[in-house]
């Protein structure tokens, strides 16, 4: 079917993470690993090059998912134990891995010192959490006045400005979270050093990089609707990101098991996400800013599709918060999505 998604074109660009020839996806569900998927996408050549979807499944060994080596026959949920054998058959010096899933934990959860509160708190993070939190949460609906406007035991940075952004982060230890951040948190260590966190060990939403790339309503539509619909949607999203990367192939790859399984879905566009952070040179809290407002601190055009509400007001006060931020977000961590185009 022919598509009517047309993503801005990504930014092309060369340096550092020039080297990575393999990106890998994954999208963690729970320790029992029925809603955990995983997905590879493999750049070859150089003077022309070619992405092909090498593997996308939802358990080790499924067929339709890829290539299944010899030893494989028997198929298994990503535990643990089988998921950190995965990444270690994949990973290696010219791979990026995104996990779609809370890799630190929050400022108070992380902190060692004796607790004064909230906002007595000296902690440069929190600090900045209480002065620019007011605005940068986002209130919808009816929202109980007395709700504190940070709660830095369950968020991080990255959530604030992201929520500003419009992105729709999850909190690292928001409802239902914990499992899933405590579950990441193991990973992240069992898989330390040979991944590293922003070097190649990125930490991804598959909901901002659909928003940032096609608009809220075409994201919403790969999760709400009829199954027919929903999957349709999806194939359309697979085939906009195969002319974003100029052709995308299947290697034994069934396209219908990657558009019936959000799981395995998301971990694609987490794979994608990991080859644009390599591919554009994206450099964290200033990609959520209007280009212009990088180097003036105005405000650029908007995105082809306009959020749903206005809540990207006040650009100069999102640069404001960017700059004072400075380099914390090394250390609180960072949800990488596609900058502004």
Same mark, same amino acid.
């Given at each position: 079917m022919s598509s009517p998604l047309t993503p801005a074109a990504p930014r092309p660009t060369t340096g550092a993470r020039a080297g990575f020839r393999r990106f890998v996806g994954v999208s963690l569900g729970g320790g029992r690993g029925k809603t955990t998927a995983v997905a590879r996408l493999e750049l070859d050549g150089v003077g022309a090059p070619k992405i092909t979807l090498a593997e996308a499944r939802a358990r080790w060994g499924q067929r339709g998912g890829g290539e299944v080596e010899e030893g494989d026959d028997a198929e298994a949920p990503f535990r643990d134990e089988v998921l950190l054998r995965w990444v270690d058959r994949w990973v290696d010096e010219h791979t990026v891995t995104a996990i779609d899933a809370p890799l630190t934990l929050p400022p108070c959860v992380r902190c060692q010192l004796q607790c004064p509160g909230i906002e007595a708190c000296t902690v440069p993070v929190v600090a900045w959490m209480r002065r620019h939190g007011g605005y940068l949460v986002i209130r919808t609906g009816r929202s109980d006045p007395g709700k504190p406007a940070i709660t830095p035991y369950t968020q991080r940075a990255t959530e604030l400005l992201l929520e500003r952004a419009t992105l729709a982060p999850r909190e690292s230890l928001g409802q239902g979270m914990g499992p899933l951040a405590a579950r990441a948190a193991y990973l992240r260590r069992a898989?330390?050093?040979?991944?590293?966190?922003?070097?190649?060990?990125?930490?991804v939403h598959p909901r901002a990089t659909l928003i940032r790339l096609f608009g809220p309503r075409q994201e919403r539509r790969t999760r709400h609707g009829s199954d027919p619909q929903t999957w349709e949607r999806r194939t359309a999203v697979l085939e906009a990101l195969g002319r974003l990367v100029e052709g995308l192939e299947f290697d034994r790859v069934?396209?219908?098991?990657?558009?019936?399984?959000?799981?395995?879905?998301?971990?694609?566009?987490?794979?994608?996400?990991?080859?644009?952070?390599?591919?554009? @040179?994206?450099? @964290?809290?200033?990609?959520?800013?209007?280009?212009? =407002?990088?180097?003036? @601190?105005?405000?650029?055009? @908007?995105?082809?599709?306009?959020? =749903?509400h206005d809540h990207v007001a006040q650009p100069e006060r999102l640069a404001r918060a960017v700059d004072e931020l400075g380099d914390l977000w090394l250390e609180d961590g960072w949800i990488w999505a596609p900058p502004r185009r």
């Amino acid at each position: 079917m022919s598509s009517p998604l047309t993503p801005a074109a990504p930014r092309p660009t060369t340096g550092a993470r020039a080297g990575f020839r393999r990106f890998v996806g994954v999208s963690l569900g729970g320790g029992r690993g029925k809603t955990t998927a995983v997905a590879r996408l493999e750049l070859d050549g150089v003077g022309a090059p070619k992405i092909t979807l090498a593997e996308a499944r939802a358990r080790w060994g499924q067929r339709g998912g890829g290539e299944v080596e010899e030893g494989d026959d028997a198929e298994a949920p990503f535990r643990d134990e089988v998921l950190l054998r995965w990444v270690d058959r994949w990973v290696d010096e010219h791979t990026v891995t995104a996990i779609d899933a809370p890799l630190t934990l929050p400022p108070c959860v992380r902190c060692q010192l004796q607790c004064p509160g909230i906002e007595a708190c000296t902690v440069p993070v929190v600090a900045w959490m209480r002065r620019h939190g007011g605005y940068l949460v986002i209130r919808t609906g009816r929202s109980d006045p007395g709700k504190p406007a940070i709660t830095p035991y369950t968020q991080r940075a990255t959530e604030l400005l992201l929520e500003r952004a419009t992105l729709a982060p999850r909190e690292s230890l928001g409802q239902g979270m914990g499992p899933l951040a405590a579950r990441a948190a193991y990973l992240r260590r069992a898989l330390s050093p040979r991944l590293r966190l922003n070097e190649n060990l990125l930490e991804v939403h598959p909901r901002a990089t659909l928003i940032r790339l096609f608009g809220p309503r075409q994201e919403r539509r790969t999760r709400h609707g009829s199954d027919p619909q929903t999957w349709e949607r999806r194939t359309a999203v697979l085939e906009a990101l195969g002319r974003l990367v100029e052709g995308l192939e299947f290697d034994r790859v069934w396209p219908d098991l990657v558009v019936r399984n959000v799981h395995v879905f998301h971990a694609v566009v987490s794979a994608f996400t990991a080859y644009f952070w390599a591919r554009e @040179g994206w450099t @964290g809290p200033d990609d959520l800013l209007e280009p212009d =407002a990088v180097e003036c @601190g105005g405000s650029a055009s @908007g995105p082809a599709e306009a959020p =749903a509400h206005d809540h990207v007001a006040q650009p100069e006060r999102l640069a404001r918060a960017v700059d004072e931020l400075g380099d914390l977000w090394l250390e609180d961590g960072w949800i990488w999505a596609p900058p502004r185009r």
